[in-house]
Structures are given as structure tokens and as C-alpha cells.
């Protein structure tokens, strides 16, 4: 069983910042990919950020110097630092980790509010 607990979202006024966390344990196994997705209320889960194995990252347009993914390895977990932040924002943000190697699985964490307010 592979368990994702994330953790660092709250409430935050604009240009403020927090950092998310996401921890993988379990039964996980050769990870690939981890990744930030968000969805605000209404609308479709969206890819926030993501980072390969070997540390390269993308980053959606609208969060592009603001927002940082980095991992660390060694603890299965992968960050979200978000600064500067805008109301836009607001979401449940949820983390995901791609393993298992050729068998290419993906677990979701449970998500975590971030709201930030104008």
C-alpha cells in the first residue's frame, strides 16, 4: 500500500507564501515523476509543476517565478514553494508521484487548501 500525506497549505494574504510537502511511504518503489496539480472550485484539475527523477522541472505559465518544485530523494518527498501569491491561487492542491518503474503507476495524495486572500 502506498500512502502520499501532504501538509503546508493554509491561509495566506496575497504575496504571502507557503510551502507544501508531500511524503511517500509504503510499498512505493522506483520513482519517477513528482508533480503538483490544483483544482479550484468549478473548474478542472490543472498541473501545477513537475520534476523529473533526475531534477529537471516544468512549470505552468501562470505560476512561472513564483512557484519552485524540489525533491528530496532520500525522503520520497517533493516541496512546493509558492510565493508571491494571488488570490488566483486559491486550490486544493494535490501531489503526484509516478513509480514502479515499467509498470508506470500513479498515486494521488489527498490534497491540501491553500486559499489566499485578497
Known amino acids: 500500500q502506498v500512502q502520499l500525506v501532504e501538509s503546508g497549505g493554509g491561509l495566506v494574504q496575497a504575496g504571502g507564501s507557503l510551502r507544501l510537502s508531500c511524503a511517500a511511504s509504503g510499498s512505493i518503489f522506483s520513482i519517477n515523476a513528482m508533480g503538483w496539480y490544483r483544482q479550484a472550485p468549478e473548474q478542472q484539475r490543472e498541473l501545477v509543476a513537475v520534476?523529473?527523477?533526475?531534477?529537471?522541472?516544468n512549470v505552468t505559465d501562470s505560476v512561472k517565478g513564483r512557484f519552485t518544485i524540489s525533491r528530496d530523494n532520500a525522503k520520497n518527498t517533493v516541496y512546493l514553494q509558492m510565493n508571491s501569491l494571488k488570490p488566483e491561487d486559491t486550490a486544493v492542491y494535490y501531489c503526484?508521484?509516478?513509480?514502479?518503474?515499467?509498470?508506470?503507476?500513479?498515486?494521488w495524495g489527498q490534497g491540501t487548501q491553500v486559499t489566499v486572500s485578497s
Open positions: 520534476i523529473s527523477s533526475g531534477g529537471s522541472t
Open positions: 503526484n508521484v509516478r513509480w514502479g518503474g515499467l509498470f508506470n503507476l500513479a498515486s
